[in-house]
């Protein structure tokens, strides 16, 4: 039977036609008879009921029978009175699920199937190249194939699903094809193959719970493969003709292409950071990051677009997951960051998109800053400058330049033995060379000025929202006033006008007692979480008595709740008690809380211990540096802090 013929019979109608001037039901089947056939039955029956002669009352009672269903409770009635009903006959009905079962056959994976996804892109490719060749003047001949052909990539996004199979591509030869896609002159097409590649990396497709490693290892493989075929090449060169600033229909289509593929470079890090770092360099990933975060297609403001705030975040991913991308990054990535961060020095971010894009910034920053590079490089382009300029203003920067004054001033790991303070000072000097300049240069540009304000009231202003949402700003605080103070040669100048914040001055009277309260404010309360910690864990105070790895797991546990903080803390009150009414108002304040001298030394203790500890799992081991250390005064600690 053809097909077609069936959609040509006719259809009985399942309504009721009643006609008031013969007062009865006209040819059509009973109530009885269209319930027993399935249909529903609806109102229109009752009011059709209600047309027979009066004294048909066995006829009226069974029409409001046969509207119950078998819960008791009466079938609704829809807007059209009509009833419920597909219309079709059960011939037809067949047909539909017939065509509905082959669909699902289409759609179940397996190798022969993805044989099948195969061979239709071959096929359509070859037919879209084809037509494009033969009309090339007359692009409406080869819409249809074109359509045909992103079909095509469509359905191989089913292999998301089971990525066992996306080794049949491989095999088949199929990804030549799909890399060259990637070029066709269709940006769409392009779009298309991004788009699929990003689905198949995507960390859901390798990462389900259940899963072992084997789904990643086979997405790897693929990715390897694509790799041989200079895809990431074929995906920097449609990065760089996608045209996000055009003013036209194709501008939001190549916005969504800029999007892909920078989702698929976050897949790749997720995946691989071997993988991501060939992709960034094969695709020449840096130099159009360079050229993209600072350029906004706001034309009318400085507000950060969708895209260029995506730049900055992938930018942020790359420097913190790959010290070799942060070796190529070099010094113009440092230069246009910092450019970046100079327009919010009187600019807050406007929005939760540009909020987001300033603190990939600052980031990147801080990534950049760390390298063995980086702390000139940050001097050389006047990064200390911009904190102090951003510190000045009241605007959101002012708090989260801390976050990069900290990273400039933290200086490398120290490598010399604890209980060798002649050897640990050279060497202190020759490692510490960068961050001691930029120690300099920010007292000597006023930084300490607004660094003490922030001490007092970090969260003033316009920035109070942001202070609550970021409590840790105070331990920015705190760890840049005690690198300062150990980055200064004691004696300096520079060193003095640190100290000169907590002694009394005729300028400025009250101002050292404030600083201090403020200390040991911080100080007591650090010490009280990492109590608590200590309590929560069930040990007690001292460290060798425990196991390696119990010491290891509770010292990282006191770390979160606050340990470097207030050993930072100790430091600072270590410098400041070398004079005579800061040690008192320090000492005062410090027994009314419950705390002393002698704890703090021992904390200053653990601290110099752990300072010179390779691994966490050996603070323990460290016998002979504790005994010398035990019977050191604060003042002679302060040469190896």
């Given at each position: 039977m053809d097909i077609n013929d069936i959609f040509k019979e006719t259809v009985k109608s399942t309504t009721l036609n009643v006609s008031k001037s013969k007062r009865k039901i006209a040819a059509a089947p009973s109530l009885r008879e269209l319930k027993d056939g399935g249909y529903g039955v609806s109102d229109q029956a009752e009011l059709s009921s209600k047309h027979v002669r009066s004294d048909d009352s066995d006829m009226k009672e069974s029409s409001r029978d046969n509207m119950v269903d078998a819960h008791g409770e009466e079938e609704e009635e829809d807007e059209d009175g009509r009833f419920f009903s597909d219309g079709l006959t059960a011939e037809e009905k067949g047909v539909m699920t017939w065509v509905d079962h082959m669909e699902e056959i289409e759609d179940t994976l397996d190798t022969a199937a993805v044989q099948r996804l195969v061979v239709r892109l071959e096929r359509a490719t070859s037919k879209n190249t084809e037509d494009r060749i033969t009309y090339a003047q007359s692009p409406e001949n080869f819409v249809e194939s074109e359509a045909?052909?992103?079909?095509?990539?469509?359905?191989?996004?089913?292999?998301?699903?089971?990525?066992?199979?996306?080794?049949?591509?491989?095999?088949?030869?199929?990804?030549?094809?799909?890399?060259?896609?990637?070029?066709?002159?269709?940006?769409?097409?392009?779009?298309?193959?991004?788009?699929?590649?990003?689905e198949l990396t995507a960390e859901d497709s390798w990462s389900q719970e259940g899963e072992s490693q084997e789904e990643r290892a086979m997405v790897m493989t693929f990715v390897a493969a694509m790799a041989r075929c200079e895809f990431f090449e074929a995906l920097g060169q449609n990065l760089r003709r996608l045209n996000e600033d055009a003013e036209s229909s194709e501008a939001e289509a190549d916005r969504q292409g800029v999007f892909q593929t920078l989702t698929l470079v976050e897949n790749l890090v997720s995946l691989d950071v071997t993988l991501a770092e060939k992709a960034v360099k094969a695709m020449g990933l840096l130099e159009w990051l360079l050229d993209r975060i600072p350029k906004?297609?706001?034309?009318?403001?400085?507000?950060?677009?969708?895209?260029?705030?995506?730049?900055?975040?992938?930018?942020?991913?790359?420097?913190?997951?790959?010290?070799?991308?942060?070796?190529?990054?070099?010094?113009?990535?440092?230069?246009?960051?910092l450019q970046c961060l100079a327009k919010y020095c009187k600019h807050s971010p406007e929005d939760d998109i540009e909020m987001e894009y300033l603190e990939n910034i600052i980031n990147s920053i801080c990534m950049l800053v760390v390298m063995p590079d980086g702390k000139q490089q940050f001097l050389d382009h006047e990064g200390v400058e911009l904190l102090v300029i951003l510190q000045k203003q009241k605007q959101v920067g002012r708090l989260l330049s801390l976050k990069i004054l900290d990273h400039a001033l933290s200086p490398p790991p120290p490598l010399s033995a604890v209980n060798d303070s002649v050897a640990q000072k050279k060497d202190g000097h020759n490692r510490d060379k960068e961050a001691r300049a930029i120690a300099k240069r920010y007292i000597d540009r006023m930084g300490l000025k607004y660094l003490f304000s922030m001490l007092e009231n970090p969260g003033k202003g316009g920035m109070k929202k942001l202070y609550k949402k970021h409590p840790e700003f105070d331990e920015r605080i705190v760890s840049c006033i005690a690198w300062l103070l150990r980055l200064t040669e004691m004696g300096a100048p520079a060193h003095w006008r640190v100290l000169a914040k907590f002694v009394p001055s005729t300028m400025d009277p009250s101002g050292w007692k404030?600083?201090?309260?403020?200390?040991?404010?911080?100080?007591?309360?650090?010490?009280?979480?990492?109590?608590?910690?200590?309590?929560?864990?069930?040990?007690?105070?001292?460290?060798?008595?425990?196991?390696?790895?119990?010491?290891?797991?509770?010292?990282?546990?006191?770390?979160?709740?606050?340990?470097?903080?207030?050993?930072?803390?100790?430091?600072?009150?270590?410098?400041?008690?070398?004079?005579?009414?800061?040690?008192?108002?320090?000492?005062?304040?410090l027994n009314r809380k419950g705390r002393d001298t002698a704890t703090v030394r021992d904390e200053l203790i653990e601290y110099l211990i752990?300072?010179?500890?390779?691994?966490?799992?050996?603070?323990?081991?460290?016998?002979?540096?504790?005994?010398?250390?035990?019977?050191?005064?604060?003042?002679?600690?302060?040469?190896m802090l």
């Open positions: 045909e052909l992103d079909e095509a990539i469509q359905r191989l996004l089913l292999l998301a699903s089971d990525v066992q199979y996306l080794r049949v591509l491989d095999e088949l030869e199929a990804l030549p094809t799909l890399v060259g896609l990637v070029a066709h002159e269709n940006a769409d097409i392009a779009l298309d193959v991004i788009q699929l590649v990003a906004s297609l706001n034309r009318d403001s400085v507000q950060a677009d969708s895209n260029q705030q995506y730049a900055a975040e992938i930018t942020s991913i790359l420097l913190q997951t790959s010290p070799e991308i942060c070796r190529h990054a070099g010094s113009s990535f440092m230069d246009a960051l404030s600083h201090i309260d403020r200390i040991v404010q911080l100080n007591v309360a650090y010490s009280e979480r990492v109590r608590e910690a200590e309590e929560l864990s069930g040990h007690g105070g001292d460290l060798s008595d425990e196991e390696d790895d119990g010491v290891t797991e509770r010292y990282l546990k006191r770390m979160e709740a606050g340990l470097f903080s207030l050993q930072m803390t100790d430091i600072i009150i270590a410098f400041i008690s070398e004079e005579g009414q800061a040690r008192d108002r320090i000492y005062r304040h752990s300072k010179q500890t390779a691994i966490l799992g050996s603070v323990g081991d460290n016998t002979n540096a504790n005994n010398t250390l035990k019977d050191l005064s604060i003042p002679e600690m302060l040469p």
